[in-house]
Every structure is written in C-alpha cells, then in structure tokens.
C-alpha cells in the first residue's frame, strides 16, 4: 500500500496507486479531460515533468489521497481542505428494470472535502458512506444512467421525503419517497415509469444526498 512519510517520486506514487486501486492510465487521463496516453506519458516519460494543478488536484481527490503524494507544494497542500475517502460499490440501484445488489466495495474511492461533507449531513464524518452507481431512467429527470450517487446508510430513521436506495426482493433500488396515507408511498420520477412491486416488503438501505454525472 502507498503511505506516508516522504511518498517518494510522484509519478512512481501514481503507478503505485493505478496499479493497487485496479485502474488504468487511460480512463485516469480521460477522468482528468487529457488525451487517452496522457497519465502512461507522465509515469513512463516524465512528459510532463509535472502534473498541472487542475490534474494533480482531481487525481487526489479521486484517489482520496494528499496533493502532495503527486507533487504539490506542502505549503499550499497545508491550506487544501482535507478530504475523506468514501468508498466505491460494485453495484448499481436500479432506476428501471431491476440489478440485484451487493456490497462488493472495489479497491478505489473518492475523496470527499471534510467541510463539505459536515455541510452535506450534521454528523459529518464519512461513516456510513459509499458511492454507487445508478442504472435505468425510473428517476429522471433528476437522477440519469450511469449517474452516481452518494449514500448515507446511517440516515435511515426517522424517514422523511426524499431520494432512497431501497432493497426490495433482493434488488437495489433508488426511488422517492413521499408522504401518503400517514405513511409513505414509493414513487418514480419519470411519469412514465410503471409502479413498483411492493407485496413482498421492501427495506430502506439509505438516503440519497448527493448525484453526479459526467457530461
């Protein structure tokens, strides 16, 4: 695993990080906008001789790691948020025709900032977080295939309107809930999604509080 301490050459560190987290050079220097052979370019030829800052920055905070891990000044990291690792599932909920689910986690995360996140929900902290995908188009127009979305399993109770994973037959699903009845209905965004199957019980897995999606 790549630690602390002096962290040694930035471009071996980043090898060190694609080849422990899973990932490869091309999908990093596409998540970063630069051309496919970018990343493999700056580890193999030192071309550049220095990460930019915009690309040094999202790196880190992909990997959840330091900026100085890849280079930057320790001066300046001093003053950058500091940023917590929130885990990343190999699953997906399901916002249209149904994925079972599983808490595979994959070997990377994403860095979320502390601040950020104490704003995002009172506890703060990253307990209780991880990151997944959602598949379908039961939810749009606010949440899309191939979104990700951030989930607190911790927020389940007391229940309140707003956006859930859900497990129903073993199936994750991301839907609305709303107040109905004194209770709570589970609802689609999408007017032309079909209704949910719920004769065999459902269980809240957590709420949603934050989405994104590439552009």
């Not at 990997?63 to 997906?92: H, Q, Y």
């Not at 939810?139 to 989930?151: C, F, K, R, S, Y």
């Not at 999408?190 to 719920?198: F, I, K, Q, R, S």
Request: aromatic fraction near 6%; include cysteine; hydrophobic fraction near 40%.
């Amino acid at each position: 695993m790549v630690e602390g301490g002096s962290h040694g050459d930035p471009r071996a560190v980043l090898d060190r990080l694609i080849r422990e987290r899973g990932e490869d050079c091309a999908s990093l220097s596409r998540l970063i906008g630069r051309n496919p052979a970018y990343v493999q370019q700056f580890i193999r030829r030192g071309s550049p001789r220095r990460l930019a800052e915009r690309d040094r920055e999202r790196l880190a905070r992909y990997f959840g790691v330091p900026e100085t891990w890849l280079g930057a000044d320790a001066v300046r990291a001093s003053a950058a948020p500091k940023l917590m690792n929130v885990p990343v599932l190999d699953t997906a909920a399901s916002a249209g025709p149904g994925a079972v689910g599983d808490d595979r986690r994959s070997a990377a995360g994403l860095g979320f900032s502390e601040a950020w996140l104490r704003r995002l929900r009172a506890r703060g902290g990253h307990e209780g977080l991880s990151v997944i995908g959602v598949r379908g188009d039961s939810m749009v127009p606010t949440l899309a295939d191939g979104d990700e979305i951030l989930v607190d399993e911790v927020d389940r109770e007391p229940l309140r309107e707003g956006i859930y994973v859900l497990q129903v037959d073993g199936v994750l699903m991301v839907k609305r809930l709303v107040r109905e009845d004194g209770g709570f209905a589970v609802r689609s965004d999408n007017p032309d999604a079909g209704p949910v199957d719920l004769s065999n019980g459902w269980a809240v897995i957590g709420r949603v509080l934050w989405a994104g999606r590439r552009l």
